[in-house]
């Protein structure tokens, strides 16, 4: 028996050391973690965690990707067109392990019938470290706001987490002026048998979106918003496959019977990377239609329950005017 006391003592010495090491991070990220989804309170990345701020089980459709998504998508103009309750949960150069995690936040309070992923991200490549960090970040988040260190209130130690924000647009970025700077789209889509090359962690990261898509109810749909600089016949291909290999939907709306007619003299703010708030007006407009024709989106216009909505809408249109 003694000869066993000596590794069973360091075994169990290594124990309390690991369980002392997860109570001092627990701790710790409770105390730095933001306790409201404002920036002001240092969330990071408001405007796409401003849904974690709306009326549980509100948002029908929830919309994930990076800048594309957030240039090409307005909640607003669908709600005033379809009536649909959406939100754009996006962020500049998303990789999808960090999509993965905003729409399990998401999910956490809201119920959407469909989940439109934006395509663009779905190539950004990103390797098992960023994985790895972002793991540790959603389990322990005081390795993503260690930085508040130097900014704690006195609540900060103990007050609870509270989500009462939402970002007026909904997740939307409402580009002014109306800048143009026209595209060259001279051969864009045009006819390939190209495939493009889709990195192995980026589809063992799709697979698992489609996956918490199907556990929680919700409809996964694939899109590729208009853009000349991001988007070509072999990414499109590549999403063809993909999506039949996924059992998901994909709507492509560069090329075919989903094309938008974008005008590339006057629609895109960057030589065609991402599309201005007039091309931003068409490719919502289609999107809406789909949402509301295809996938039976709720209209919610008239109930009360959605009231701020009109609110929102209202001032929307002022801003519009004023640009």
């Given at each position: 028996?003694?000869?066993?006391?000596?590794?069973?003592?360091?075994?169990?010495?290594?124990?309390?050391?690991?369980?002392?090491?997860?109570?001092?991070?627990?701790?710790?990220?409770?105390?730095?973690?933001?306790?409201?989804?404002?920036?002001?309170?240092?969330?990071?990345?408001?405007?796409?965690?401003?849904?974690?701020?709306?009326?549980a089980n509100s948002i029908d459709v929830l919309f994930l990707g990076d800048s594309e998504a957030f240039s090409s998508f307005s909640p607003l103009q669908m709600w005033d067109e379809h009536g649909i309750a959406s939100y754009v949960c996006a962020t500049s150069a998303q990789r999808l392990c960090y999509t993965r995690t905003l729409l399990l936040r998401a999910l956490e309070n809201q119920s959407p019938r469909t989940v439109v992923l934006e395509t663009n991200c779905i190539f950004a490549s990103f390797g098992p470290a960023a994985a790895v960090?972002?793991?540790?970040?959603?389990?322990?988040?005081?390795?993503?706001?260690?930085?508040?260190?130097?900014?704690?209130?006195?609540?900060?130690?103990?007050?609870?987490?509270?989500?009462?924000?939402?970002?007026?647009?909904?997740?939307?970025?409402?580009?002014?002026?109306?800048?143009?700077?026209?595209?060259?789209?001279?051969?864009?889509?045009?006819?390939?048998?190209?495939?493009?090359?889709?990195?192995?962690?980026?589809?063992?990261?799709?697979?698992?979106?489609?996956?918490?898509?199907?556990?929680?109810?919700?409809?996964?749909?694939?899109?590729?918003?208009?853009?000349?600089?991001?988007?070509?016949?072999?990414?499109?291909?590549?999403?063809?496959?993909?999506?039949?290999?996924?059992?998901?939907?994909?709507?492509?709306?560069?090329?075919?019977?989903?094309?938008?007619?974008?005008?590339?003299?006057?629609?895109?703010?960057?030589?065609?990377?991402?599309?201005?708030?007039?091309?931003?007006?068409?490719?919502?407009?289609?999107?809406?239609?789909?949402?509301?024709?295809?996938?039976?989106?709720?209209?919610?216009?008239?109930?009360?329950?959605?009231?701020?909505?009109?609110?929102?809408?209202?001032?929307?249109?002022?801003?519009?005017?004023?640009?």
């Amino acid at each position: 028996m003694n000869r066993f006391s000596r590794p069973v003592r360091r075994i169990l010495a290594s124990l309390a050391v690991a369980v002392s090491a997860v109570a001092v991070l627990a701790a710790a990220s409770h105390v730095v973690m933001p306790k409201n989804n404002q920036a002001e309170f240092g969330q990071i990345d408001a405007s796409a965690n401003g849904v974690m701020g709306e009326p549980a089980n509100s948002i029908d459709v929830l919309f994930l990707g990076d800048s594309e998504a957030f240039s090409s998508f307005s909640p607003l103009q669908m709600w005033d067109e379809h009536g649909i309750a959406s939100y754009v949960c996006a962020t500049s150069a998303q990789r999808l392990c960090y999509t993965r995690t905003l729409l399990l936040r998401a999910l956490e309070n809201q119920s959407p019938r469909t989940v439109v992923l934006e395509t663009n991200c779905i190539f950004a490549s990103f390797g098992p470290a960023a994985a790895v960090k972002r793991t540790a970040q959603d389990i322990f988040p005081v390795f993503e706001y260690h930085d508040r260190w130097k900014s704690l209130r006195p609540e900060d130690f103990l007050g609870t987490v509270r989500h009462t924000w939402t970002d007026e647009l909904k997740g939307f970025r409402l580009r002014k002026p109306r800048k143009v700077v026209a595209a060259d789209a001279t051969g864009h889509m045009a006819p390939s048998d190209a495939v493009a090359d889709l990195p192995a962690l980026n589809r063992l990261y799709l697979e698992d979106i489609a996956r918490i898509c199907r556990e929680h109810g919700a409809r996964l749909v694939l899109v590729s918003v208009p853009s000349t600089k991001n988007w070509g016949t072999a990414r499109h291909n590549r999403m063809v496959q993909v999506a039949s290999e996924l059992g998901v939907d994909y709507h492509d709306l560069n090329t075919g019977d989903e094309l938008v007619a974008v005008d590339w003299s006057q629609d895109t703010y960057d030589g065609g990377d991402h599309l201005n708030l007039a091309g931003a007006q068409k490719a919502s407009a289609a999107v809406g239609r789909m949402l509301s024709e295809r996938y039976a989106a709720p209209d919610r216009r008239g109930d009360e329950a959605y009231a701020s909505w009109d609110d929102a809408l209202a001032r929307y249109r002022e801003r519009l005017a004023a640009l």
